[in-house]
């Protein structure tokens, strides 16, 4: 009998959704969890917008989703789509001629909320948008904007009532012949996030989902709350697209999200840094050290491990599955490979021995 670690599923959710492309970018089908983020430019700043995107896309971003307002914002957001090198998603709420209108100009995808766009005659409107153009839509539920009729009910839990309210929506979408279909059912608290998700690979299985914790925060909390619960669901295979949500730069959502697929092992894009905590016997700046070492690797796009260790009790030894790395002493470092030193250098050049290492890679 083959190996199977304890709670292993024999197959992934996420492998079993359909299959739905935004612009080039596949999604659902066993596809790898596409990155996303949301542009926080000024919906008219045509140069703006794309300058973000042209940043995002260098972090490593997939799919970038663009909020129209208004529909005097129609003519930047297709200009933006013509000059992006990222599909774009039309994110709208509350005008469904918005939603209508971007389906025609350019946008890879929609992302609507069934329960704000003006009741099911006028989503079935962008729905038929959407069909015209050949490109899906995302049905976006969130907590603060429910059904009534279901937020009312006292019978279920919270997650309970997204997923339901999502599921609805999706049953209503398919009845009409339209299947390409991705959703959300997004809250600010973790778990509650998770029992959604969970729910919702339960109840809509063959769904892509797109995940993430809303409102999350500023970077560090928000980085801890989205990498506890997206952790979570991800491990579990549920999950098929993913946004960590910031209060931030968005460039650091990106990063955020492939740190994150990167310690799961499900894709690997850039390097990984393994530093120790450092404690009574680092006789450097293992702190300075590690920033300069982390600052340089932004640079670089190939999935290398690189180690700065702050004494020899963590040195080779600890980081021995490092590719490059350094173990400090008093005023000076050993530079090693692979687990083998391979030379000594002097506190002011460890930077630079290890960039010198990892372009030998």
Request: hydrophobic content about 40%.
């Amino acid at each position: 009998m083959a190996y199977r670690e304890p709670g292993a599923q024999a197959e992934k959710p996420n492998r079993l959704t359909r299959r739905v492309m935004v612009g080039s970018v596949p999604v659902g089908g066993g596809a790898p969890v596409a990155v996303q983020s949301m542009l926080t430019a000024d919906a008219l700043d045509v140069g703006a917008n794309v300058s973000q995107i042209e940043a995002l896309a260098e972090a490593g971003c997939e799919i970038i989703r663009m909020a129209v307002p208004r529909r005097s914002c129609l003519d930047a957001f297709e200009e933006v789509c013509a000059r992006s090198p990222l599909p774009v998603v039309a994110d709208v709420h509350f005008d469904a001629q918005i939603a209508i209108e971007a389906a025609r100009r350019g946008a890879a995808k929609l992302r609507i909320n069934p329960g704000n766009i003006g009741g099911w005659d006028k989503a079935d409107l962008v729905l038929d948008a959407a069909e015209a153009a050949g490109i899906p839509v995302r049905i976006g539920v969130n907590a603060g904007s429910l059904d009534e009729a279901i937020a009312r009910r006292d019978d279920l839990s919270l997650p309970q009532k997204l997923a339901l309210s999502a599921s609805e929506y999706v049953r209503h979408c398919e009845q009409r012949g339209f299947r390409d279909v991705v959703v959300s059912a997004k809250a600010h608290d973790v778990m509650t996030t998770v029992r959604t998700y969970r729910q919702l690979a339960h109840d809509i299985p063959h769904v892509p989902l797109h995940i993430g914790v809303t409102e999350a925060g500023t970077r560090f909390q928000g980085i801890v709350k989205s990498a506890s619960g997206l952790g979570i669901l991800l491990e579990e295979g549920i999950g098929d697209t993913m946004r960590i949500s910031l209060t931030d730069d968005p460039v650091n959502e990106v990063r955020a999200c492939w740190t994150l697929l990167s310690a799961l092992d499900l894709r690997r894009r850039g390097p990984e840094i393994i530093s120790c905590p450092t404690c009574g016997r680092c006789q450097v700046d293992l702190i300075g050290l590690a920033e300069q070492v982390e600052e340089h690797l932004r640079t670089v796009r190939h999935p290398v491990k690189v180690a700065v260790m702050g004494c020899v009790v963590n040195g080779p030894g600890e980081a021995k599955d490092a590719d490059v790395g350094v173990a400090c002493g008093k005023g000076s470092a050993v530079v090693f490979r692979n687990g083998e030193v391979v030379r000594k250098v002097p506190e002011d050049e460890v930077v630079g021995a290890l960039i010198e290492e990892i372009e030998k890679l």
